[in-house]
């Protein structure tokens, strides 16, 4: 019950600060540039802009809301409370992961109709989400202000984006295939098409183990630089 109740005040939480808001306009966004660009290369801006979006939005977001809620002092307050850092990222996770699942259906409905995998696709939306989102957090607790957030997220999250090669066939697999985003592509290749059933075991273990291994990442960073430094006036 307090794992629910704590997604459901992140939730309400980026709905105040019109978080959803600005995710329709993206997605509307989306879908005017799928409809303007030609029917044969419309399949693979749709999976590129599925596989961008979570990670965008992982990474941008959950910065930004770790940073508004340090600016306006609710971790002194909320970490008094019962809530463990552990129901804290999950929650996190989640409700990112949410607005990810829901926007990705609504670009892919609009622009290409039903995912021929629904379940893969979607499992691939929302563990891409988490991951972007808990590696976003052990990032921005090391920065002190958003610019420096914004460098510090890039450097990090760029070698993620090294897969992005062997989707173009650009050098050996091999190289790519210890990048959990190397598993979100394949399985994002299932919204097009069925993929095999290796690449679907090999897709969900692979950003399972990149998921938990940010997760401890993150849990170590948060509780270094803000739960040791609360009270001392530095979280």
């Known amino acids: 019950m307090r794992m629910l109740m704590t997604i459901l005040y992140d939730i309400r939480f980026q709905w105040r600060h019109g978080f959803y808001f600005v995710y329709l306009l993206v997605c509307t966004i989306y879908l005017i540039l799928l409809h303007s660009i030609p029917v044969h290369y419309k399949e693979t801006a749709a999976l590129l802009l599925t596989f961008s979006d979570p990670s965008a939005l992982g990474l941008i977001l959950a910065g930004g809301i ?46 290409l109709g039903m995912p021929s995998s629904p379940f893969l696709f979607t499992f691939a939306v929302m563990l891409t989400s988490s991951f972007f989102t808990l590696l976003s957090i052990g990032v921005v607790v090391r920065s002190q202000s958003i610019n420096g957030f914004i460098l510090l997220s890039q450097l990090y999250a760029l070698p993620f984006a090294l897969p992005l090669l062997d989707f173009f066939d650009i050098g050996p697999r091999f190289m790519y295939l210890i990048f959990p985003t190397e598993g ?13 059933v290796g690449e679907a075991i090999y897709g969900v273990i692979i950003l399972s183990i990149g998921n938990a291994v940010v997760f401890f990442w993150a849990q170590y960073s ?5 739960l040791l430094n609360m009270g001392s006036g530095e979280g």
């Open 66 to 111: 770790v940073l508004l809620e340090k600016d306006q002092g609710i971790h002194d307050s909320l970490f008094v409370t019962p809530i463990r850092l552990r129901e804290y990222l999950i929650a996190k996770s989640i409700s990112l992961s949410i607005i990810s699942v829901l926007s990705a259906w609504v670009i892919h409905i609009f622009a």
């Open 184 to 196: 979100s592509l394949l399985l994002l290749k299932s919204m097009l098409q069925q993929i095999a």
């Open 222 to 226: 948060f509780n270094q630089n803000i």
